[in-house]
């Protein structure tokens, strides 16, 4: 699950090179100084979780930086583990102490600089992440989020949790928690800055999660808004809410895109030889019957005559 990189493999006096090597490889394009005299030591563990890599960072003291953009479009958040470490940005620093965490942008230069051993807990991401969830970057970059109070400390103990149980998790539970890793991460910056979304802005946002959820568990037979709830932790009514506007319903969305799967593979020439009352079936409607109506409803015709190419408007 998790690959660990550390010094300990190379020669004390190939080891700063090498960490230079690693931390390179598993974040963006950076420069280190190490100013302590003797052997350096520095391990870095990581993993992915969906949208977003996590990583554990324990090193000797040392400045990293960054000294321009290459084209990447990462987003970095350091949580402060162990020791004190500065991340440095447009003209600000934020100082984190344990529990803490701030943000910084890898399409722009930044610096990072720890004065003793130390450990970070590094959540690496696209920063369109951030900007689809309202975060406004260049207001948020360098600014310490408190790790003991607020939201801040909600979304640090959150993602420091994550660390602990990745080999418990499937690839999907670790993709889904990364997305609620980083919603609760903009909510911290956000609440950092003063910039906190409208009520429209999360409403969207929650939308959305929902929505990527629903789609990645399609394949279970008994998907339902209680099982939906359940995995964000409300209530229905409050599912429900998020789409009380809409002219489908969350159970109405559910049964049109397993619609729209079921068409798609009415067309499907590698399943030609699959009857009607299979696509179906494998679609999750309880029979052919249901399923003729259903998409009659959606699409104007039957399934058998779609299948022949007799749809309406032809």
Same mark, same amino acid.
């Given at each position: 699950m998790s690959e660990l990189l550390t010094t300990d493999v190379v020669s004390p006096a190939e080891r700063s090179a090498y960490w230079r090597e690693v931390i390179c490889a598993v974040y963006v394009e950076l420069d280190v100084v190490a100013p302590a005299a003797g052997p350096f030591s520095g391990t870095v563990s990581h993993t992915a979780? =969906?949208?977003?890599?996590?990583s554990t960072v324990? &090193?000797?003291?040392?400045?990293?930086t960054r000294a321009t953009g290459d084209g990447r479009s990462d987003c970095l958040v350091s949580i402060q583990l162990r020791?004190?470490?500065?991340?440095s940005q447009d003209g600000r620093t934020a100082i984190l102490h344990p529990g803490d965490l701030a943000l910084y942008d890898a399409t722009r230069p930044y610096q990072l600089a720890f004065d003793a051993p130390f450990e970070q807990l590094v959540v690496q991401f696209d920063r369109d992440a951030l900007v689809a969830r309202n975060v406004d970057l260049p207001? &948020?970059? /360098?600014?310490?989020?408190? =790790?003991?109070?607020g939201v801040g400390a909600v979304a640090s103990t959150f993602v420091r949790t994550l660390r602990h149980h990745e080999d418990a998790l499937a690839e999907h539970q670790r993709a889904d928690l990364g997305r609620r890793a980083l919603d609760l991460l903009a909510t911290a910056l956000a609440e950092a800055t003063g910039n906190t979304a409208p009520g429209d802005a999360v409403r969207a946002i929650n939308r959305r999660r929902v929505l990527a959820y629903v789609d990645a568990h399609l394949e279970d037979r008994h998907l339902a808004v209680a099982d939906v709830a359940d995995a964000f932790g409300v209530s229905v009514r409050t599912i429900q809410k998020l789409f009380a506007d809409d002219e489908l319903t969350l159970s109405g969305r559910i049964r049109h895109s397993r619609l729209e799967r079921a068409r798609i593979a009415l067309r499907d020439p590698r399943r030609a030889h699959h009857s009607v009352t299979r696509i179906a079936h494998d679609h999750h409607f309880g029979d052919a019957a249901h399923f003729s109506r259903?998409?009659? /409803? /959606?699409? =104007?015709? =039957?399934p058998r005559a779609y299948r022949a190419g007799d749809e309406p408007g032809r």
């Open positions: 979780w =969906g949208d977003a890599e996590l324990a &090193s000797d003291p040392q400045i990293v020791g004190v470490g500065q991340v207001t &948020s970059v /360098a600014r310490r989020c408190r =790790g003991d109070a259903a998409f009659k /409803a /959606a699409y =104007g015709c =039957g």
